[in-house]
């Protein structure tokens, strides 16, 4: 970005979201968090400026953690848009972030299992027989809901924001996009498709299936991957997080 003369712009970033975690086994793996948003005014002097949108987190192949979305930058003016936290998976927490991460689950022990936190957004859902959702903007993800012993609901991812939140008079497909909401949780994995449901860009968990990506430039989480029992193929995968953007509005 180059700019000509000393002027007062207009900013709105969002981080790259996270990706669910990954668990190939009969446990559950969170969802990822949504990247975190920053939005303000800035008086920014002649000059030129690099700007770096974030890339969601890559989805998981094997069982572990989701990795957290990048951040959005403009590092010269210190505006930096966290990216979202990545869903933990079998008796482990989710990762912080810009969002926080779903926890993932371990049903057979009874324990709960802690969200990330967000840091510029929101926490993702508590895991215990199944996964918590990923947080969104406006909105914590969903904790997992109880349904047997052994068994149980997955948390929805949290909810997103929208353009018109942050400037009103401005929509999405003002900017170009094909969206206008953005920035929502991936679900969590629940047993036997009890997955919880993506929002706002974000995608839902799966249970025996390849996860999906969640939608470019909105940095939203996407769901809880899940394989089948012990490691046997066909492996679940968690899909990718969406990216981000960086908003730059200069005076008419």
């Known amino acids: 970005m180059i700019v000509k003369t000393p002027t007062v712009v207009d900013y709105m970033l969002l981080g790259g979201g996270g990706s669910g975690g990954c668990q190939q086994n009969d446990a559950c793996a969170g969802g990822g968090g ?36 990048n951040d959005s930058t403009i590092l010269s003016l210190g505006l930096i848009a966290i990216g979202g936290g990545g869903g933990g998976y079998h008796g482990y927490d989710g990762k912080n972030g810009g969002c926080g991460g779903g926890a993932g689950s ?33 909105s914590n993800g969903g904790n997992s809901r109880y349904y047997s012993s052994v068994q149980g609901y ?7 924001s929208s353009f018109n939140d942050i400037w009103p008079e401005i929509s999405g497909t003002d900017l170009g996009f094909s969206f206008n909401r953005f920035g929502g949780g991936g679900g969590g994995t629940g047993y036997r498709n009890r997955h919880g449901s ?30 089948v029992a012990k490691g046997q193929l066909p492996a679940g995968k968690s899909g990718n997080g969406g990216s981000g953007f960086v908003i730059i509005r200069f005076p008419i």
Do not use: C, M, W
């Not at 057979?108 to 926490?123: A, F, R, V």
């Not at 974000?202 to 394989?227: D, F, K």
């Open 34 to 69: 949504a990247g975190g948003l920053i939005s303000g005014n800035t008086i920014i002097n002649s000059g030129s400026y690099n700007t770096v949108v974030g890339e969601g987190g890559v989805g998981k192949t094997t069982t572990g953690y989701g990795n957290n979305g």
């Open 106 to 138: 371990r049903f057979e022990t009874g324990l709960y299992y802690n969200p990330g936190i967000g840091s510029q957004g929101k926490n993702g859902g508590t895991g215990s027989s199944a996964a918590g959702g990923g947080g969104g903007l406006t």
């Open 154 to 160: 997955g948390g929805n991812g949290g909810s997103g």
């Open 198 to 227: 993506g929002v706002d860009g974000g995608t839902n968990g799966v249970y025996r299936a390849t996860g999906i990506n969640a939608l470019p430039n909105t940095g939203a989480g996407s769901g809880g991957g899940h394989g």
